[in-house]
């Protein structure tokens, strides 16, 4: 099973997309457990997921978020503003499975 984490100001947008993605997973036959939660908590988080990807209001915390997770050998990244915005779950969760693979 993947574990994807998406982190954005304080979990609530991303919740929006959480169920997008699942349904783009099952859609696919893609087992994974998906998870919004508030950037505040990443640090603690990122140890139970195999990869990150933050909402574009967060994005600008990149690069400090990315050395936390290099520690524990996980990917993270940012989600368009576009995909985001329009809700395309599908193109996040294929984001998010090429970050893993």
Known sequence: MKKI??????GMSTSMLVKKM????MERGVDCKITAMSVS???DAII???VCLLGPQVRFQLEELKKVADEHGKNIA???AQD???MKGNE?????LELIN
């Open 5 to 10: 984490l998406l982190c954005c100001s304080a």
């Open 22 to 25: 699942e349904q783009a997973a």
């Open 41 to 43: 908590n990443f640090d």
């Open 48 to 50: 139970e997921y195999d």
């Open 78 to 80: 940012a989600i368009s």
């Open 84 to 86: 985001y915005g329009m």
């Open 92 to 96: 996040v969760l294929t984001q998010a």
